[in-house]
């Protein structure tokens, strides 16, 4: 084996050994412990860094899954307390409870602060008005280098490389 591959071997080991110490599920500890299982060939190290890669990305969509359910649940449960809360307010107002008291918390019905009510908004002065910082439309740009404009501040970059992973077909 040349002194390349075996530092090749390192970087990969390596890499894999310090997701083996990050707190992830074990379909990715266990695919880096392969990793660094793998004795003195850099085809199989490789192989199983794929294997890897593949692992995390997995758990990456299944977690984004469990975001996108909790963050649903969040906003139903925020939205259930606003109804509560809504409801507990007109029943107040309505019945003139002063106070609904539990043995840590208690609600009474007061008034908010003044709120800012615009009714027309082209009327506000120029100083009264916020403005998003402006933002390059690289899509734009980058269409008009590709067609050979040129463009001041801006330029194409070289690009660089990636690792692109395709699935075989059976």
Known sequence: MSAFEKLAIERLTSTAEAIMAAPLPSSVTDAAWRVVAETGDIEGTARDMLRLILAAEDAA?????????????EAAIKAAAASARAALLQVIEETG?????????AASVSNTGRSVV???????????LRFPPPEPAKDKIRAA?????????AHLSNGAPAL???????
Not at 97 to 103: D, I, K, M, Q
Not at 118 to 128: E, F, K, R, V
């Open 145 to 153: 280098l590709l067609a050979g404009e040129s463009i001041p501040g």
């Open 61 to 73: 969509t299944v977690a984004a899954g469990r975001v996108a359910v909790a963050r649903a649940e």
């Open 164 to 170: 692109r992973i395709t699935a075989k077909k059976d």
């Open 118 to 128: 615009i009714t027309d908004p082209a009327a506000l002065p120029g100083s009264m």
């Open 97 to 105: 409870l002063p106070l609904v008291a539990t043995e840590h918390h």
